[in-house]
């Protein structure tokens, strides 16, 4: 990979050694335990408060934050020497201070052109064997058997979306995979109830019979009988899974509903490999199995075989859990050989805690700090039953966890400066990537959006870490629905005025991420330069 004359890198610091490259993460594992004698916090420390404090900010006494007022700087906007044109510098130059073995990864672009092409590549195997007809059963039968293999495709797509592959889950991130598997579950629905009515539509023209004896001519064959009852309980997940029903349906019978999509895909499976389309070549039968016996594989392998193995090889428990705030715990997880893991700040895990009444669910958190010494931390509030219970978790639990999931790593920098904007606790994956991504004095701004100062957690931290690195650090605090918008356009201008040349990590509650994402988009900030990634699915 050819690198730019002008390093970003070289112009950095030099790395500390690995006992002290996380500065801010020693201190809090160093901390004592429960049970041991220490006063805690009562009250979040202070942000600084002048414009060139976050760079240098001196231990003051605790007290409550302000919100940023319109028109002051981070802080943080001073370039290194050299730094004139804020060079755009090669991802893998600044992205990782500790390079391993190059990551595969698939990116949506790449992911999104496969999908497409091989939908193209069924519609030519239709196209090769239709005939044309201007008879109106003929007619049916071809638009049958057009959105036949297309659902039959568009179903095998979205079980790979959620397979879990990291290459795919590193490259294109978890929430946008789900958001495609939802999109596309819909079209997928659609083609399945747009095929089974073109066939009976089809059959009555043939045989000159209405519809309901069509429909009951055609339910006496095997293979059109096992299709209804595939597409019957892909119906029962599309119903479950429509926003307004999911709301009030239990998660975990949301989910088993939802397991249902691969019996579904299995009985479509057998109802194709019988059908005209792919049945009248042996080379269609063989593609056809073959797509189906990689997906599946993949689909075992990641789901089920990669989590017992790392569940056994890592032998993972947990070992502490703190208080963080009102509501907002951190819990310490320790195993065996974790840097296997190769866990990235920004990315999540699918956590399930084997203890009563919550082993039976895995959520996705985010690591609120990288991994040492064996440990994984991640920052929990409490905002439903499971949450909660995780509070009165009991050291020596053991934990499964499968991941990492999420590309809002480092890989994804493309620019010298970078500008983290966190609302909540979305401050967890910006937490772990303002203490690790590479920079220099007044390359990483963070930005802290909370409605009022006991809603921020992990700020000795934060401040620790700005203090270090001389990085800008600045909480954006006030109701959402306040006269001033601390994430309206001008706001962040103010705050950060050469915004449109950076990086932008977000990662907040979805109302938030829409108006700061609205708002760096008026600001120019490009789209491809804004990160984030949504956990609310």
Request: glycine letters at 10%; hydrophobic letters at 45%; proline letters at 8%.
């Amino acid at each position: 990979m050819t690198i730019e004359a002008t390093d970003p890198l070289q112009m950095c610091p030099p790395q500390a050694p690995p006992h002290e490259m996380y500065p801010a993460l020693s201190a809090y594992l160093a901390r004592p335990k429960p049970g041991t004698h220490r006063r805690h916090a009562t009250a979040p420390p202070s942000p600084a408060t002048k414009a060139d404090a976050a760079a240098t900010p001196p231990r003051r006494p605790h007290r409550r934050p302000r919100a940023a007022a319109p028109g002051e700087g981070t802080g943080a906007q001073n370039p290194l020497p050299g730094d004139k044109d804020a060079a755009r510098a090669p991802a893998a130059a600044i992205a990782d201070p500790n390079p391993g073995p190059e990551t595969v990864r698939v990116g949506p672009g790449r992911m999104r052109v496969g999908i497409l092409a091989g939908g193209g590549g069924v519609g030519v195997m239709w196209g090769v064997q239709a005939e044309p007809s201007a008879r109106l059963d003929v007619l049916f039968a071809t638009g049958a058997h057009l959105t036949g293999l297309l659902a039959g495709y568009g179903i095998l797509a979205m079980i790979l979306l959620m397979a879990r592959v990291p290459a795919v889950e590193h490259g294109v991130g978890a929430d946008r995979l789900a958001r495609w598997h939802a999109i596309g579950g819909r079209y997928v629905l659609s083609l399945c109830l747009g095929h089974a009515l073109l066939a009976l539509c089809g059959y009555a023209a043939h045989t000159g019979t209405d519809l309901l004896v069509a429909a009951k001519d055609l339910l006496g064959y095997g293979g059109i009988a096992t299709a209804a009852a595939g597409t019957g309980l892909l119906v029962a997940v599309g119903v479950t899974s429509a926003r307004a029903v999911r709301r009030r349906v239990p998660h975990e019978t949301w989910r088993a509903v939802h397991l249902l999509t691969y019996l579904g895909a299995a009985l479509a499976f057998a109802h194709q490999l019988v059908g005209p389309d792919v049945a009248g070549s042996a080379v269609t039968v063989w593609l056809w199995a073959m797509m189906h016996a990689t997906v599946a594989v993949l689909l075992v392998w990641y789901r089920g075989v990669v989590p017992v193995r790392q569940a056994l090889r890592h032998s993972l428990r947990v070992i502490e859990v703190r208080r963080e705030g009102p509501a907002v715990v951190s819990v310490l997880v320790q195993g065996i050989g974790l840097d296997e893991l190769r866990a990235e700040p920004g990315q999540f895990f699918r956590w399930r805690f084997l203890q009563r009444r919550i082993w039976h669910t895995a959520l996705p958190f985010s690591l609120s700090a990288p991994v040492r010494d064996d440990t994984l931390r991640i920052t929990v509030k409490a905002a439903g039953d499971h949450t909660r219970r995780i509070r009165r978790l009991k050291p020596g639990t053991r934990v499964l966890a499968t991941g990492p999931f999420g590309a809002m790593t480092a890989h994804k920098r493309t620019r010298r400066k970078v500008l983290l904007l966190a609302g909540g606790v979305g401050i967890t994956p910006m937490r772990a990537l303002f203490e690790t991504l590479p920079g220099g004095p007044g390359d990483i701004t963070l930005l802290y959006r909370a409605n009022n100062a006991a809603q921020l957690i992990l700020t000795d931290e934060l401040e620790e870490i700005a203090r270090n690195r001389r990085a800008g650090l600045r909480y954006l605090l006030g109701p959402s629905d306040a006269a001033f918008d601390p994430l309206a356009p001008q706001a962040l201008r103010d705050l950060v005025p050469d915004i449109a040349e950076h990086d932008v990590y977000l990662c907040g509650p979805p109302r938030m991420a829409a108006a700061a994402t609205a708002s760096l988009t008026r600001i120019g900030v490009p789209a491809g330069r804004i990160h984030s990634e949504c956990f609310s699915f």
